[in-house]
């Protein structure tokens, strides 16, 4: 069985951007972007999470991180 799966998005203090990112340990990912841990947003801390949600499987996450990710390309998001 898979571990549980979560959707987040942040959304930086400093230049009004956000990112979408998924993980099976919401706190621990949290932490990291917090420390500034993680390359893709260590120059746009402080980061705010706006928005999460848990999936039964990592893979259910990554395919909905997928999803949205294609959605922002399109859109103004």
């Given amino acids: 069985m898979e571990d549980k799966?979560?959707?987040?998005?942040?959304k930086s203090e400093k230049d009004g951007r956000f990112y979408i990112g998924q993980?099976?340990?919401l706190i621990e990912r949290m932490a990291a972007?917090?420390?500034g841990s993680?390359?893709?947003?260590?120059?746009r801390r402080?980061?705010?999470l706006?928005?999460?949600k848990s999936f039964n499987s990592k893979s259910e996450?990554?395919?909905?991180?997928?999803?949205?990710k294609?959605?922002?390309k399109t859109k103004d998001f």
């Fill in 50 to 52: 706006v928005f999460f």
């Fill in 46 to 48: 402080p980061l705010e």
């Fill in 38 to 43: 993680v390359k893709s947003t260590k120059n």
């Fill in 70 to 72: 294609c959605y922002k």
């Fill in 61 to 68: 996450a990554m395919r909905e991180e997928n999803r949205l």
């Fill in 23 to 25: 993980t099976s340990d």
């Fill in 5 to 10: 799966g979560y959707l987040y998005i942040l």
């Fill in 33 to 35: 972007h917090t420390r």
